[in-house]
């Protein structure tokens, strides 16, 4: 082969494998990765075993994925016509439908058997959160609820990890749960915000698009607010009055209050806004380790 074939090769390797990133959304990986890895210690009280941490983080992954690539498959005559998204994979051609839906199929294998390996049971409770992670794509079509929706596949992630590591869901997980939905339902909702002239134009819903831009922050604040209040009530129901509660409290209060005055600038710069999602869930985290450590 010439040296400009290998040179070819090289470069068309590295578009596929940019084209793959970008198909998963590798960057966002960190947003409930933070969680993933929280909810985990708290349910293991700090020694979660390697094998059972490495399963679950599998499992985590492989969903994430699968949600991600499928949501791209469904969606990509959309994401054509919306400037934020043209330039997406399945849309310029870059990698094709059934290499998406081969990605959508291995991390849903992945998915399952870590949740094989880990209980039985597990894959049986799976196919409902399945049907959800990958369902919800549909949902903007006809419904506004699509925003929450998300927020509730967001939401199986604590119900999953204490399946995983306790078999049941107590209490404490199902606050978690609550906080989640929040969390998620903020979080698409300032994504949504990007795409407002894209989803009126070709008919989509949001919340954002319901409400309109000006009420939007004050939304995102409320939900924000009471993700918090939840998840220091999940932190008290799972460790007591400890004075560590009150850092996860703090922190997403302070960032939350951040994102509300920077929505409600007359040019939002919505990418730093969603960014600062990520130093929330980062903070959470942050609490556990140094808890537990």
Same mark, same amino acid.
């Not at 959304?25 to 020694?47: D, E, S, T």
């Not at 049907?131 to 509730?152: D, E, N, Q």
């Not at 951040?258 to 903070?283: I, N």
């Given at each position: ?14 578009? %596929? ?180 002239? %894209? ?38 129901? %799972? ?55």
């Amino acid at each position: 082969m010439a040296p400009t074939d290998g040179a070819t090769a090289t470069r068309r390797g590295f578009e %596929s494998l940019r084209a793959l990133g970008t198909l998963l959304m590798v960057p966002n990986l960190g947003l409930n990765l933070f969680f993933a890895l929280a909810y985990l210690l708290v349910a293991a009280h700090g020694r979660p075993g390697w094998t059972l941490a490495t399963l679950v983080l599998l499992a985590f992954i492989g969903a994430r994925n699968a949600g991600h690539a499928f949501n791209q498959v469904v969606d990509r005559e959309f994401d054509a016509k919306n400037p934020r998204t043209r330039d997406r994979p399945l849309v310029t051609g870059t990698l094709s439908v059934r290499a998406a839906v081969a990605v959508v199929a291995v991390n849903l294998a992945v998915f399952f058997l870590a949740a094989l390996l880990i209980n039985p049971w597990l894959t049986v409770l799976a196919l409902p959160a399945v049907a959800l992670m990958l369902g919800y794509s549909y949902t903007k079509r006809f419904t506004p609820a699509t925003t929450v929706l998300l927020g509730a596949v967001q939401a199986l992630l604590p119900a999953g990890v204490y399946l995983a590591v306790m078999g049941t869901v107590p209490l404490a997980a199902w606050t978690a749960v609550g906080a989640m939905v929040l969390f998620g339902t903020a979080f698409e909702s300032v994504h949504s915000l990007g795409d407002l002239a %894209s989803d009126e134009e070709q008919g989509l819903f949001s919340l954002p698009r319901s409400l309109g831009a000006k009420r939007t922050p004050y939304l995102v604040g409320g939900l924000l607010a009471g993700a918090a209040v939840l998840l220091t009530v999940f932190l008290v129901e %799972s460790w007591g009055l400890s004075p560590w509660v009150a850092l996860p409290l703090a922190g997403v209060a302070a960032l939350a209050g951040a994102e509300v005055l920077g929505l409600r600038a007359k040019r939002p710069r919505l990418l730093p806004l969603f960014r600062l999602h990520f130093a929330m869930g980062g903070v959470f985290l942050a609490t556990v380790v140094l808890f537990y450590l």
